[in-house]
Every structure is written in structure tokens, then in C-alpha cells.
């Protein structure tokens, strides 16, 4: 069984003109990093033209499907019917996108299935992080 899911979606890009923009985006999660997802976006989709990968909390997705979630650099919210919001909040600026519901929650059930929610502690290697943080702290 691999250990890493990817789902393409589409994003609509809200910007101050009134036409919202679509753009390819990819949801990552990746059972050796249990607790997270990414959401990627290539270099056309981006002011810098490089690709650019945002990574948060997988609880963090799923409570925002349902209700206003976060409050730092990620911020998730329902928006309509259909739709979520994830903003992505940077120096820079804000980036705000709309992606479909439904595209969220399969996702996440696909993510569940590789590593129940709550269980996510039973993927960690504890001997790799331990040396990994003890190797950054001679």
C-alpha cells in the first residue's frame, strides 16, 4: 500500500477583480508525516513562478469544511454550499481560494484510510525524529 496520497483540484483564486480565476492545485498527505497535509500550487499559478507548497495541520482541513477554522498562516471556512475557503497568509499577502467540498472530503476520507485520525502518533518514528532534532542541536 503506498504510503503517500496526492488528489488534484481545482482552485478558484480570488482576487480584487470580479472574475475568479481557476488554477490547478494538488493535496498532499503523506503517512510519514502523519499530522499534515500540503496543497501545492505550480509556478503558472504563482506571482513568483515557482511552485509553492503550503503545509498545515490534516485536523485543521477537516474542521474548516465545517466550520471557520484557524488562526495563523492557514486560515479554513465554509463558504456556501459547496465550496471551502482556504486562505494562505504570508508577508506578502493573502492568497484566497475556493475549492469544492466534495473534492475536500475525499480527500481526507482517502487520508483517513491510510492513517486513522487520532492514530497519526503510531507513524512517527520516534528514533528518526529524536536523532534528527539531536543532530540539529550539536
Same mark, same amino acid.
Given at each position: 500500500m503506498s504510503?503517500?496520497?496526492e488528489q488534484a483540484v481545482q482552485a478558484r483564486l480570488?482576487?480584487?477583480?470580479?472574475?475568479?480565476?481557476?488554477?490547478p492545485a494538488t493535496l498532499r498527505y503523506d503517512r510519514e508525516d502523519p499530522f499534515a497535509v500540503s496543497m501545492a500550487f505550480p509556478?503558472?499559478?504563482?506571482? *513568483?513562478?515557482?511552485?509553492v507548497s503550503w503545509a498545515?495541520?490534516? #485536523? &485543521?482541513?477537516?474542521?474548516?469544511?465545517?466550520?471557520?477554522?484557524?488562526d495563523g498562516d492557514v486560515r479554513v471556512r465554509p463558504y456556501g454550499y459547496d465550496r471551502t475557503v482556504v486562505e494562505f497568509h504570508?508577508? *506578502?499577502g493573502v492568497a484566497v481560494v475556493h475549492v469544492r467540498t466534495c #473534492? &475536500?472530503?475525499?480527500f481526507l476520507e482517502r487520508s483517513q484510510h491510510l492513517v486513522p485520525a487520532g492514530r497519526e502518533h503510531h507513524y512517527l518514528d520516534w528514533d528518526e525524529e529524536l536523532a534528527a532534532l539531536l543532530e540539529e542541536y550539536p
Amino acid at each position: 500500500m503506498s504510503t503517500v496520497i496526492e488528489q488534484a483540484v481545482q482552485a478558484r483564486l480570488v482576487a480584487s477583480a470580479p472574475r475568479m480565476e481557476t488554477v490547478p492545485a494538488t493535496l498532499r498527505y503523506d503517512r510519514e508525516d502523519p499530522f499534515a497535509v500540503s496543497m501545492a500550487f505550480p509556478p503558472p499559478a504563482t506571482l *513568483e513562478g515557482v511552485e509553492v507548497s503550503w503545509a498545515f495541520a490534516r #485536523e &485543521l482541513l477537516a474542521r474548516g469544511v465545517d466550520a471557520p477554522a484557524g488562526d495563523g498562516d492557514v486560515r479554513v471556512r465554509p463558504y456556501g454550499y459547496d465550496r471551502t475557503v482556504v486562505e494562505f497568509h504570508a508577508r *506578502e499577502g493573502v492568497a484566497v481560494v475556493h475549492v469544492r467540498t466534495c #473534492e &475536500l472530503r475525499r480527500f481526507l476520507e482517502r487520508s483517513q484510510h491510510l492513517v486513522p485520525a487520532g492514530r497519526e502518533h503510531h507513524y512517527l518514528d520516534w528514533d528518526e525524529e529524536l536523532a534528527a532534532l539531536l543532530e540539529e542541536y550539536p
